[in-house]
């Protein structure tokens, strides 16, 4: 019964191991974004407009979780970055503003 319950357990493990896809790029921009905003939003409400986008773009490049999204990192430009600052002055949720970048 022992051996019985353990190949089930295998089988049922390596099934669902299989069918894991890996995170698409449209998803890894969502995480950077909403990781990027959320690490961002002491700042900004510290420094206000202060926070320039070298800062936004440096925070992503250290927020991002893998090599694979950094790419997004630099994508952002001054007008991202000033969408961003006003948007979390307004107290809007990192996911929201994200959407609004279209990011997720």
């Known amino acids: 019964m022992f051996v019985r319950t353990a190949v089930v357990l295998l089988l049922v493990a ?14 890894l921009a ?16 510290a420094e206000g407009d202060a926070v320039a986008e070298k800062e936004v773009a440096a925070l992503c490049m250290k927020e991002a979780p893998t090599p694979a999204a950094e790419k997004d990192c630099e994508q952002y430009g001054d007008e991202e970055a000033a969408i961003i600052i006003d948007l979390i002055k307004k107290d809007v949720p990192p996911k929201t503003i994200c959407q609004e970048l279209k990011k997720c």
């Open 14 to 27: 390596s099934t669902a191991y299989t069918f894991v896809a890996p995170p698409s790029q449209a998803t």
């Open 30 to 45: 969502c995480i950077t974004c909403v990781a990027t905003v959320k690490g961002l939003e002491p700042k900004v409400l």
